[in-house]
């Protein structure tokens, strides 16, 4: 029901910034909660940070808060991550995730990968030392 695209990824020395955008197709966009996942080389995918379907509540793990800024601009159909002060140990292949709830709000489940039934497919983040 819906597809999503991830850009912005790339090459980027410590201490720099990226966006990266999650682009959406479909025609309910707002009644998704959206998150944020990464993956490094022989990692499980982890949790980034995840936003409700309004864009009123977010939540980010402990090892990005204070540096990643998720947001969503639903007009456009699309979901940010605002990346700074960027980390070698950021490096990883980002991903964005969708599912639809009837609720505007974060729950526990909303950070768990499991929940999720719609992903990109990701885009290369490599921050370099």
């Known amino acids: 029901q819906v597809q999503l695209v991830e850009s912005g990824g790339g090459l980027v020395q410590a201490g720099g910034s990226l966006r990266l955008s999650c682009a959406a197709s479909g025609r309910t966009f707002s009644s998704y909660a959206m998150g944020w996942f990464r993956q490094g080389p022989g990692k499980e995918r982890e949790f980034v940070a995840a936003i409700s379907r309004s864009g009123g509540v977010t939540y980010h793990t402990d090892s990005v808060k204070g540096r990643f800024t998720i947001s969503r601009d639903n007009a456009k159909n699309t979901v940010y991550l605002q990346m700074n002060s960027l980390k070698p140990e950021d490096t990883a292949v980002y991903y964005c995730?969708?599912?639809?709830?009837?609720?505007?709000?974060?729950?526990?489940?909303?950070?768990?990968?499991?929940?999720?039934?719609?992903w990109g497919q990701g885009t290369q983040v490599t921050v370099s030392s």
């Open positions: 995730a969708a599912r639809a709830t009837v609720v505007d709000q974060i729950v526990p489940a909303t950070t768990r990968a499991a929940f999720y039934n719609y």
